[in-house]
């Protein structure tokens, strides 16, 4: 495993504006301490808060060398279920890089780094479920046992700790990653391989890497459950950080989410980058290159 010197963990927001509510990003440093909120800084605006294009150039050109890098998102699509992305259209892409592409070149003209025209594409539409009850006829797996939506292998191993994932072909209700994970692919599509991501590209033996995360995992790590993983207070994320044996960054009363999630993520990679079994779950290999994993999940 490399050794990494700082664990940055970016809560993702797949809303289609520039400067979504939703970003957050936080470093740990390796020698310890508190994790640290990062300020998106005068490119803000008036508005405040990150755009998806500050976080693809602090990636690109900013990232201090030997960072560890959590993205809440999903990094590609289901394909073990149906062995492929799209099955049954001849334009399915053979892996996730291909898929990036894909999606990226699809969405050229949108703003923002958005993919409204990948879920609207005519065809491809069929395989989301949107908004105002459009659920297109190829949403659910041919068999599936229950009516959320295809799952990736690591989707089903995050359910086997508690957490309830959401399909990446769901585009409804408030806890859908969906839209999210299309445009954090069209970002580690325009990464053009300077970082590896993994699972999808190997491990590398130093350097920085990026991977999936999913922020219930760090709660549950820090002795929450599953369904009350979101803190919205600083009390409540100095118990969450003191259980994973990490100071807290100063602060009382409300917190948003997402700060809070970004916070705990980061001090989370910090320890979990050690374990050698989250680099090696059992079954990584069949779908490394396709569907990828989320970094935690058993």
Known sequence: MPRFDHFVAIDWSGAATERPGGIAMAVAHGEGGAPVLVDPGPNAGK??????EDVLAILRDELPADTLVGL?????LPHADCGAFFPGWADSPPDARSLWAMIDRFCAGDPHLS???FV??????????RHNGREGARFHA???VHRRGRFRVTEE??????CSPYSNFNLVGAAQVGKSSLTGMRVLHRLDGRIPVWPIDPLPPSGSVIVEIYTAIPAIAAGRRAGTSKIRSHEE???ALSALGSPAPAGTGPIDDHSADALLSAAWLRIAAQDDRLWNPPGLDAVASTEGWTFGAP
């Open 142 to 144: 041919p068999g599936a």
């Open 237 to 239: 994320l100095r118990e």
């Open 47 to 52: 508005k405040g808060g990150w755009s998806r």
């Open 115 to 117: 993919a409204s025209s």
């Open 72 to 76: 809440d998102l999903g990094i590609s």
């Open 120 to 129: 609207d594409h005519p065809e491809l539409s069929a395989f989301y479920r």
């Open 157 to 162: 191993r995050q359910a086997a700790l508690g």
